[in-house]
């Protein structure tokens, strides 16, 4: 990777609180890599090449073409790289679940900053007879140490700098970046041209139940059923057999890969077109399957669904209307 | 105080920093390892179903979502107390084998291997793996990708997904894989096996063949005397899926083995307030410090934790190389922390092998993949070996499975105290008198941690090879005297 000034167009990719596996998506398009190599000037990927953090700072304003940003804002230092990276990039790309909408770790936001600490720091296993929590700022006896900020709740991408284009999945799926860095090559030799501002790229524009090999009877239940519970028939839908399966409300791009290895849809992919609520619209998805009119019956039905919150919202709650539970906000104040 | 801070840098989400004291007479005083990091799963998890553990937590990592995934089912199998039928078993380490090969390759061709093959001396732009293609053959390249290719298409074909595997519930498997997949598998793995004597042989020609760099790897700067752990199988051979965790002494005496549910006799956690992560130890000795020796509960979780915590490998080859490795280093235990590359060959090279075996075993294919629980859910605990460390899922539930507490111990974690004590060491080993610090320096001092092969935030992984660093010697008021830089 040439990263020095050769006068092709710059790309850079950026993680902030993040799990790694959005680069080892990118690094799984293998040859892909080579036509971003040649079509571009690699000037920041930590996890692929040396490049520094003050080498983008001292970059003018606008220098990126294109940056690819994973991981969401969990702490100052997260926020300040979005900050730098926004200002330097002409096209910034939330990348990945985490960037789009929080993702896995944005489920910390079902609880309070303080309540996220003292469960680590007050374990089975810990030995913590003083009783000390993570001190931003700490007087060792040879001098001060410090430690980033945790922040109150965690937060997407777009709610701290503007974003160009979003692309989902946890990680996206290898064959959409390697259709978007065609796009983009395309693009830059005047051969296509960009999707509108804000839109979502890298994926379809249907449902994952579109892409489902699954065969759906519109068959209705009267019993939710744990995915442990059942020996699940694997040609039937998932959800007609009782197991809560996010298909429904997920957007298409990852070719069901989930329901067609027996697993119930996870809501990677993050919401469908059109959808403004993610778990809004499960819900009622869900709720059109439910074999009753009878309330009471019905509510007996849904508390086979042991925990809402967590698979109404589970990829999606920091992106959400709601973004975090009134008691990680009561404790945090609405910052 | 003088201080010196060292600042991995390719981490910007600052997964680790390193903070070096000198004293008045410029010699190190102390240093510090932080890590800047906390993201929660333990509380986040509670309210959750416990089907769900295998999916949520991949997600601390996406280098090793299959550890994360692995030891989560087991922990929820423990919870319902379901014994998955023997394929769900075989299968679930077929997949992780096939990933143990993906992964220490990554580790030996792209981070650790670089500093051996093109020597800790050669110029820092051809210390990496472009570096290592150029001086051991362009097919290298080639073979490096296409195993980090078969070993994530065996995870896709059992685990579902390429990352982040979606397969593993309580009681086995959501699928089975057919003959025609079977087929794929045991050639990839056929192959497989030969890459991994193929990377032995390399190590064997240029770094044994090299006096210098075994002089490196015997060095006092690299040694340290721990206990070692590491999990066996029902033959005390090292296994990365089941069975008992074995502790080693730094006196080659064995300080016991523990079976997944009595972790917490065993290890415990010591908390420092400059720092997110804890520092887990041997309970039985006790917390000393950062110290050496047989009264200091520090222990080891890496590749040569764990040969040097069994008796030995499962498989033929395997067992041939580490018969060599104990005969070239002079006996068990080996301390010196360099040797842990080798040790992750010849893991590879285990790896490979188990791979083929459960290929190739008549049971692999059977539609018995999964067992549907009975029992009341209330409690259980889940070990495996992830390739940075024995890694323990801890899971406690209400009667319908709903999580009411989490407890993770994380691969790494377990290392985190003697890569502290390696960084300090190869700072005091380097550093007199308030020497001027050269980039020699920087590398012998990233050496020291690289050897483990750390992934905090799961994800410290540089893929050409070098983790850019900058260390800033400061005067007492804090401004700046000295700036030195690698790759940046």
Redesign the interface.
């Known amino acids: 990777m040439s990263g020095n000034g050769s006068g092709k167009p710059k790309f850079a990719m950026c993680w902030a609180a993040s799990c790694g596996g959005c680069e080892i998506a990118v690094l799984n398009t293998h040859e892909k890599i080579l036509d971003v190599d040649a079509n571009f000037d690699v000037v920041f990927w930590p996890v692929a090449m040396d490049a520094k953090y003050k080498d983008v700072e001292a970059m003018p304003d606008g220098a990126i073409t294109l940056t690819l940003f994973n991981g969401s804002i969990r702490n100052s230092e997260n926020e300040e790289i979005a900050h730098l990276l926004r200002r330097k990039s002409q096209i910034l790309v939330a990348f990945g679940s985490c960037a789009c909408e929080g993702c896995i770790p944005g489920l910390a936001n079902l609880s309070s900053s303080k309540e996220l600490i003292e469960t680590a720091f007050t374990g089975i296993s810990t030995d913590n007879p003083q009783d000390l929590r993570p001190a931003y700022s700490w007087k060792a006896p040879e001098g001060e140490l410090h430690i980033p900020k945790f922040y109150p709740v965690l937060k997407t991408l777009d709610q701290v700098v503007n974003v160009d284009y979003y692309m989902p999945g946890c990680p996206p799926e290898s064959h959409q970046i390697s259709a978007v860095i065609d796009l983009v090559i395309q693009v830059l030799h005047g051969q296509g041209e960009l999707p509108p501002a804000g839109a979502v790229i890298g994926a379809g524009n249907s449902t994952v139940c579109d892409e489902c090999q699954r065969t759906r009877n519109v068959k209705q239940i009267k019993k939710f059923m744990r995915i442990q519970d059942i020996q699940a028939d694997p040609s039937l839908c998932l959800l007609e057999q009782g197991v809560l399966c996010n298909g429904p409300a997920t957007r298409s791009g990852c070719t069901a890969l989930c329901p067609s290895a027996g697993a119930a849809c996870i809501g990677c992919y993050g919401p469908a077109e059109g959808v403004l609520d993610y778990g809004a619209r499960l819900i009622s998805a869900v709720a059109s399957v439910i074999d009753s009119q009878d309330p009471d019956e019905i509510e007996s039905i849904l508390d086979g669904i042991p925990d809402p919150a967590g698979m109404f919202y589970r990829f999606n709650l920091a992106g959400s209307l709601l973004r975090s539970s009134k008691a990680a906000w009561k404790t945090n104040g609405n910052q | 105080?003088q201080?010196i801070t060292i600042d991995p840098?390719?981490?910007?989400?600052?997964h680790g920093k390193i903070?070096i004291?000198l004293n008045e007479q410029g010699d190190v005083?102390?240093t510090?390892f932080?890590i800047?990091?906390?993201?929660?799963?333990?509380?986040?998890?509670?309210?959750?179903?416990v089907?769900?553990m295998p999916?949520?937590t991949?997600?601390?990592?996406?280098?090793c979502?299959e550890a994360h995934h692995m030891a989560a089912a087991k922990a929820?199998d423990a919870v319902?107390k379901v014994d998955p039928p023997p394929t769900a078993k075989k299968l679930r380490e077929l997949l992780y084998s096939a990933f143990y090969v993906t992964d220490h390759t990554t580790h030996f061709y792209a981070l650790g291997g670089p500093d051996f093959i093109m020597g800790p001396d050669a110029p820092v732009a051809e210390r990496n793996i472009l570096g290592v293609i150029h001086k051991v053959g362009l097919e290298i390249g080639g073979k490096v990708?296409q195993a980090r290719?078969y070993g994530?298409t065996v995870v896709e074909i059992i685990?579902?997904?390429?990352?982040?595997p979606?397969?593993s519930?309580?009681?086995g498997?959501?699928?089975g894989i057919t003959e025609e997949q079977r087929q794929e598998i045991e050639k990839m793995g056929r192959w497989a096996v030969e890459f991994g004597r193929f990377s032995l042989k390399i190590f064997n020609d240029i770094v044994l063949g090299n006096q210098a760099y075994v002089d490196l790897i015997l060095g006092d700067i690299y040694t340290h005397h721990t206990y070692y752990m590491g999990t066996v199988d029902e033959n005390d051979k090292v296994n990365f899926y089941d069975g008992m965790v074995s502790v080693m002494g730094p006196d080659g005496e064995r300080l016991g083995k523990y079976a997944p549910s009595e972790?917490?006799d065993w290890?415990?956690?010591?908390?420092?307030?400059?720092?997110?992560l804890?520092f887990?130890?041997l309970?039985k000795i006790g917390?000393k410090g950062f110290v050496d020796g047989k009264d200091s509960g520090v222990y080891m979780a890496t590749p040569l934790s764990r040969l040097n915590a069994a008796s030995g490998m499962a498989t033929p080859l395997a067992q041939e190389e580490y018969e060599r490795f104990y005969s070239t280093l002079g006996g068990k235990p080996v301390h010196q922390r360099l040797a842990i590359h080798w040790a992750r060959l010849i893991e590879l090279l285990y790896a490979a092998e188990r791979w083929v075996e459960l290929a190739t075993d008549p049971e692999i294919t059977s539609p018995n993949f999964?067992t549907?629980?009975t029992q009341t859910p209330t409690e259980g605990v889940g070990i495996v070996e992830a390739p940075r460390g024995t890694l323990t899922h801890?899971y406690w539930t209400d009667e319908?499975?709903?999580l009411t507490?989490v407890?993770l111990?994380v691969g790494t974690t377990n290392n985190y105290a003697p890569i502290s004590m390696s960084i300090k060491k190869a700072a005091q080993s380097l550093i007199h008198n308030g020497t001027v610090v050269t980039e020699g320096m920087l590398n012998m001092v990233e050496m020291a941690f690289r050897a483990y092969d750390p992934c905090f935030g799961?994800?410290t992984?540089?893929?050409?090879g070098?983790m850019?660093l900058?260390i800033t010697i400061r005067d007492e008021t804090g401004n700046p005297v000295q700036v030195l830089?690698q790759?940046?």
């Open positions: 105080m201080r840098i390719t981490r910007l989400e600052g903070e004291f005083a102390n510090y932080q800047p990091e906390l993201r929660g799963f333990e509380r986040f998890c509670v309210g959750r179903p089907e769900e999916i949520l991949n997600r601390i990592c996406g280098v979502p929820a319902y990708i290719k994530h685990g579902g997904r390429k990352v982040h979606c397969t519930i309580p009681g498997l959501t699928k972790y917490t290890i415990a956690e010591h908390v420092e307030p400059w720092t997110y804890k887990p130890y309970k917390w999964h549907i629980p801890h319908r499975g709903i507490r407890n111990i799961c994800a992984h540089s893929l050409p070098r850019p900058e830089k790759f940046c």
